[in-house]
T-cell receptor, first 114, second 113 residues
Framework: NAGVMQNPRHLVRRRGQEARLRCSPM?????VYWYRQLPEEGLKFMVY????????ESGMPKERFSAEFPKEGPSILRIQQVVRGDSAAYFC????????????FGQGTRLTVV | DQQVKQNSPSLSVQEGRISILNCDYT??????FLWYKKYPAEGPTFLIS?????DKNEDGRFTVFLNKSAKHLSLHIVPSQPGDSAVYFC????????????FGQGTRLTINP
């Protein structure tokens, strides 16, 4: 399966713990995007990364959230000291380039903070 | 500030008929528009896109129309099939591509047999 792979599919964390969400882009794709979907809402852009670079993080909360896309391995979205309001579906997408290309989404990670 | 709006949360259509999903946007910098389909517990699946230099794009049963002066686009599905039942998201980009998509809230389409 050459699609965008996200893991875990479901993640339960207690308040104050750290959540790590992983995303492996489609083969040949070097552009990764993270989106968050709150219940009954559309997806909201969080961050756009290329290998080893953050291109646009205008949608990331200022505190507790960080993202990386290392030279080797998957992209990681890290949420420190999670709170109940972080409960959402987090989707990763990848594309082959910035221009005139479509983004392909993974199945998402559903984070529940208890 | 909701830059992309889908004002109908739900739509119910008879199988075989045409489904029309609507989307309005406010940002005149948007120049690339996409429709995604989403089933429960899955990620959005790309359906069809249109560049602002066009007013229509067709792919099989799916056609997207863009009215730039009205800042409005619509997705037509004809004929509608039961497998089309899903949530449809309209998305827009200011960069002629995939980055930083702005999504609408979605419309839940139900196709009745």
């Amino acid at each position: 399966n050459a699609g965008v792979m996200q893991n875990p599919r479901h993640l339960v964390r207690r308040r104050g713990q750290e959540a790590r969400l992983r995303c492996s882009p489609m083969k040949g794709h070097s552009h990764v995007y993270w989106y968050r979907q709150l219940p009954e809402e559309g997806l909201k852009f969080m961050v756009y990364l290329q290998k080893e670079n953050i291109i646009d993080e205008s949608g990331m909360p200022k505190e507790r959230f960080s993202a990386e896309f290392p030279k080797e391995g998957p992209s990681i979205l890290r949420i420190q000291q999670v709170v109940r309001g972080d409960s959402a579906a987090y989707f990763c997408a990848s594309s082959s380039g910035p221009g005139n290309t479509e983004a392909f989404f993974g199945q998402g990670t559903r984070l529940t903070v208890v | 500030d909701q830059q992309v709006k889908q004002n109908s949360p739900s739509l119910s259509v008879q199988e075989g008929r045409i489904s029309i999903l609507n989307c309005d946007y406010t940002n005149s910098m948007f120049d690339y528009f996409l429709w995604y389909k989403k089933y429960p517990a899955e990620g959005p699946t790309f359906l069809i896109s249109i560049s602002s230099i066009k007013d229509k794009n067709e792919d099989g049963r799916f056609t997207v129309f863009l009215n730039k002066s009205a800042k409005h686009l619509s997705l037509h599905i004809v004929p509608s099939q039961p497998g089309d039942s899903a949530v449809y998201f309209c998305a827009a980009s200011a960069a002629q591509g995939a980055q930083k998509l702005v999504f609408g809230q979605g419309t839940r389409l139900t196709i009745n047999p």
